[in-house]
Nanobody, 124 residues
Framework: QVQLVESGGGLVQAGGSLRLSCAVS????????MGWFRRVPGKERDFVVR????????IAADSVKGRFTISRDNAKNTVYLQMNSLTPEDTAVYYC?????????????????WGRGTQVTVSS
């Protein structure tokens, strides 16, 4: 059973930064497409960013381009989301997700495993 556990969420002022971590259990971490999504109450889960396993290339939502960066440490089975220049509109529960194999990864349907989420709140 693959488990994903997010950490690093919290309360931050607008303009600040946070780094989320997602620890993934199991032996095949390097073979997973990894992504981050977020959800605000009453809305669908939105794509944030994902990293390719083939070349490390990333796809990011327009709303976070230039501010959010995904990275992974295969030795630690961990994926990170560095979030800079945060705004109140970034307030959400953030989820990491893992998809077996290479996926385009912008849709939740691309992923096989999900974490429980971590709350990020940005105050104005």
């Amino acid at each position: 059973q693959v488990q994903l556990v997010e950490s690093g969420g919290g309360l931050v002022q607008a303009g600040g930064s946070l780094r989320l971590s997602c620890a993934v259990s199991g032996r095949s971490f390097s073979a997973y497409t990894m992504g981050w999504f977020r959800r605000v109450p009453g809305k669908e889960r939105d794509f944030v960013v994902r990293e390719s396993i083939s070349d490390g290339g990333t796809i990011a939502a327009d709303s976070v381009k230039g501010r959010f960066t995904i990275s992974r440490d295969n030795a630690k089975n961990t994926v990170y989301l560095q979030m800079n220049s945060l705004t109140p509109e970034d307030t959400a529960v953030y989820y990491c997700a893992a998809g077996v194999g290479q996926r385009r990864g912008v849709s939740p349907r691309s992923y096989d495993y999900w974490g429980r989420g971590t709350q990020v709140t940005v105050s104005s």
